[in-house]
């Protein structure tokens, strides 16, 4: 099996994991392909050259599956890298609150066990896809897109469209279109409703609105957005999953899913309930602690 590596560069207490998953990598037989960033992190940071396959690039893709190591934003980093290639993707979480990354640095045994064993589930996850008249290095989101004023600008005008009939005009901070994963995003912070992953919908939620009875609205995955941004500042800034790009003021946009999706590997018994109640500490009695 070849596998490919993707890490962050904050983890350098977790040395012993890293090197634990090259030894049993190496000693289960595979190939091992890493991400040329997190292969410089480990070799000038932490002085550790594991032996390896050969350096992923975009031109050279040579895997069969993809090992996130870190947290939500390392697996967003990895997916937007696999694109549309169907490598599924298995998120090691060494962050902290992980609902992509959610497979502990203490289940590396159970989980390679089961890896080379085949006894795993994949879930497909929804995209997000942008369009607008200006060329951009990106136009696809797994978590949100997000409409953004600049950061010391006044509130911007968001006009939107649904399958070409009027919304409304958000004035407001910012607005966000999240897919289910996404939900648990950005989308959580801002008070907006959770998703399960299989649901087919989207979510809008306004980030700090003008009006207090502003709410969020899921709507179904099929659905046709279109979007325009008046900003007094003449510019603002569009972020999918985080990668901030400029546009000038009036420039409007496409949004609809993608036509393809990001598979994420799960263990057998995992399910989204689970990872909420354990992530989010439903059920818990903090004065029992």
């Not at 997190?38 to 893709?61: M, R, V, W």
């Not at 169907?86 to 979480?93: A, E, K, V």
């Not at 897919?179 to 399960?196: E, W």
Request: hydrophobic content about 40%.
């Amino acid at each position: 099996m070849k596998i490919g590596l993707f890490g962050s560069d904050y983890q350098a207490d977790k040395q012993q994991f890293i090197k634990k998953l090259f030894d049993d990598l190496t000693r289960y037989g595979a190939e091992i392909w890493v991400e040329q960033s997190f292969y410089d992190y480990l070799a000038t940071k932490i002085g550790y050259t594991p032996q390896i396959q050969g350096i992923i690039s975009i031109e050279n893709q040579p895997v069969d599956l993809v090992f996130s190591l870190g947290g939500d934003g390392t697996f967003l980093r990895a997916a937007n890298w696999v694109g549309r290639q169907n490598i599924p993707i298995l998120g090691f979480n060494t962050g902290h609150l992980g609902f992509l990354a959610t497979v502990g640095t203490d289940e590396i045994d159970a989980m390679l066990g089961d890896i080379f064993n085949r006894r795993y589930q994949i879930e497909e996850r929804s995209l997000l896809q942008i369009a607008s008249p200006y060329p951009t290095p990106h136009n696809y989101a797994l978590n949100e897109i997000a409409f953004l004023k600049r950061d010391t600008a006044s509130m911007i005008s968001i006009y939107t469209y649904l399958n070409n009939d009027y919304l409304t005009e958000y004035k407001a901070d910012g607005l966000l279109i999240a897919t289910p994963t996404g939900s648990t995003a950005y989308n959580l912070s801002v008070n907006g409703p959770i998703l399960v992953p299989q649901s087919d919908n989207f979510v809008l939620s306004a980030v700090a609105p003008h009006s207090l009875n502003m709410r969020s609205l899921v709507i179904p995955g099929n659905s046709q957005l279109r979007v325009c941004i008046e900003s007094r500042t003449h510019d603002f800034l569009v972020a999918l999953d985080g990668r901030t790009l400029d546009f000038p003021s009036g420039t409007e946009f496409s949004v609809q899913k993608a036509d393809f999706t990001i598979k994420v590997v799960k263990r057998a018994h995992q399910n989204f309930y689970n990872t909420l109640r354990k992530k989010m500490f439903w059920g818990t009695d903090v004065r029992k602690q």
